[in-house]
């Protein structure tokens, strides 16, 4: 008796094939894979901003650029930059408290640092010390050390040298970031929002370039067409990300009063396997350009991260992780 091949019902194609799309659903895609919703999906927290300037009258009329917060067991703590809100007012370190990162009291030593302009701070803790990379007057990137996080003594100008050796060309060398690992400093920074270098040290007293061309650089999208900054480095997965900032100069750039127009600054993230080489995120930047939202830098905790943008109030974006199954 011949074999008869008989094509099988069309509801078990069907039901095969749903099961094809649910399994395959299941796989987090390539982009997923380098940029996972954990650190790109933000809701913003429902009673934001969290921390504002004090207003006038005070050493913090106003506040600025990348504050940097620490959670250390029950406290959290917030390093930020207040002024008088003019253009020339020395920019002073404040420092807040909180018991869980959403309500923050100033503290009553405040200004904790004036002695120098200190702006634009990365603050962390290493061997029991804590160490400030800030930009100063002129953006100028610097170096501030404390045994309590609260006393601070100013080490000084970092000594950044091209490939060669010899020092970088006189000017900004502003926004540094740092990063240690395997016994290594790494340290991102801006030259004029024009482009991301990276300089290396073991001693954190010279620091050289990797290369004398950025590692990252503006565009070619509008949210970062002409000006980038990094703003934190974190490893997830063995891959490093950063989360950075960029703008596009405004067009037309004067109002109809005749007055420059501001740039809006928008929170951006890209990928690196070697801290050289970085691929932006396809999707920045993570908030519309409208909101100008910058100086982003992610808090990781068990059960949720935070995205705190800090310029020129901080606001809380949400990411709730999904229980382990």
């Given at each position: 008796m011949p074999l008869i091949l008989r094509s099988p019902p069309r509801t078990l194609i069907r039901l095969l094939a749903v099961a094809v799309i649910l399994r395959c659903g299941d796989r987090p895609t390539r982009a997923e894979e380098q940029f996972p919703?954990?650190?790109?999906?933000?809701?913003?927290?429902?009673?934001?901003?969290?921390?504002?300037?004090?207003?006038?009258?005070?050493?913090?009329?106003?506040?600025?650029?990348?504050?940097?917060?620490?959670?250390?067991?029950?406290?959290?703590?917030?390093?930020?930059?207040?002024?008088?809100?003019?253009?020339?007012?020395?920019?002073?370190?404040?420092?807040?408290?909180?018991?869980?990162?959403?309500?923050?009291t100033r503290d009553p030593r405040n200004p904790i640092y004036q002695e120098h302009w200190v702006e634009d701070v990365q603050v962390i803790k290493h061997d029991k010390l804590y160490y400030i990379f800030a930009e100063g007057r002129d953006d100028q990137a610097q170096l501030l050390t404390s045994t309590d996080g609260v006393v601070w003594k100013?080490?000084?100008?970092?000594?950044?040298?091209?490939?060669?050796?010899?020092?970088?060309?006189?000017?900004?060398?502003?926004?540094?970031?740092?990063?240690?690992?395997?016994?290594?400093?790494?340290?991102?920074?801006?030259?004029?929002?024009?482009?991301?270098?990276?300089?290396?040290?073991?001693?954190m007293k010279v620091w050289t370039n990797v290369d004398d061309q950025p590692v990252l650089s503006p565009g070619p999208d509008l949210y970062d067409r002409d000006y980038v900054a990094m703003n934190q480095v974190v490893k997830h997965a063995g891959r490093y990300y950063a989360y950075y900032h960029g703008a596009a100069t405004p067009e037309p750039q004067l109002d109809q009063e005749g007055k420059r127009r501001p740039a809006l600054w928008s929170t951006a993230i890209a990928v690196s396997d070697d801290l050289v080489h970085w691929k932006k995120y396809a999707k920045n930047p993570l908030f519309p350009i409208s909101a100008n939202k910058s100086s982003g830098i992610l808090i990781q905790l068990a059960n949720e991260n935070r995205l705190y943008t800090m310029h020129d109030q901080v606001n809380v974006h949400i990411h709730r992780k999904e229980p382990a199954r």
């Open positions: 919703p954990s650190l790109v999906q933000f809701t913003p927290y429902g009673h934001n901003p969290v921390f504002t300037a004090d207003g006038p009258e005070h050493w913090d009329t106003k506040i600025r650029e990348r504050g940097w917060i620490l959670k250390e067991g029950d406290t959290w703590r917030m390093w930020y930059t207040g002024y008088d809100g003019t253009r020339e007012g020395q920019k002073k370190l404040g420092l807040a408290t909180s018991p869980d990162g959403l309500k923050w100013r080490i000084g100008p970092l000594d950044v040298r091209l490939k060669n050796g010899k020092l970088i060309t006189s000017g900004p060398y502003g926004t540094p970031v740092a990063y240690f690992e395997n016994g290594v400093w790494n340290l991102f920074y801006e030259r004029r929002d024009a482009g991301i270098w990276l300089a290396r040290s073991t001693d």
